[in-house]
């Protein structure tokens, strides 16, 4: 049988969840194959989704809008649209910015705290000499 998809697909073992009806429900399934442009999942018993899905990767933190492409027995073959771009919660970087001020200012303040422990230990040393 000759190969008709546009890209390779990637085996893997990756374990997904597939959710529907506005993501009201959701099915657990391991992802067998994976590509830019589409997916070969398993569940582990006979399950009924509908043609329009959303596929969660957790290992990527990644959820793609997919189309049912086939079925057959408790594997589905998946399509995802060109516009679907896998989508990553976007990091917050302005809380990041936050936090590295905050970490900065706390470096100083040790640094300050490091170097009068330091002279007050020098300054002990004299005593003792005398």
């Known amino acids: 049988m000759a190969e ?18 506005k993501r ?16 070969r999942i398993i569940f582990s018993d006979a399950v009924s989704v509908p043609d329009i899905i959303d596929l969660y990767i957790p290992q990527k933190e990644q959820t793609v809008h997919a189309r049912v492409q086939w079925r057959h027995g408790d594997e589905i073959g998946l399509a995802f649209p060109a516009s679907a771009k896998p989508t990553r919660a976007a990091p917050d970087f302005g809380d990041l910015a936050q936090r590295v001020a905050g970490l900065e200012s706390e470096v100083a303040t040790l640094r300050r705290m490091l170097k009068q422990l330091k002279n007050e230990l020098l300054g002990a040393g004299d005593m003792d000499a005398a």
Do not use: M, T
Request: hydrophobic share 30%; charged share 35%.
């Open 24 to 39: 009201r429900n959701a099915v657990d399934c391991l992802i067998r194959d994976i590509s830019d442009e589409g997916a």
């Open 4 to 21: 008709r998809r546009r890209s390779a697909r990637q085996k893997s073992f990756l374990r997904g969840c597939v959710y529907f009806n």
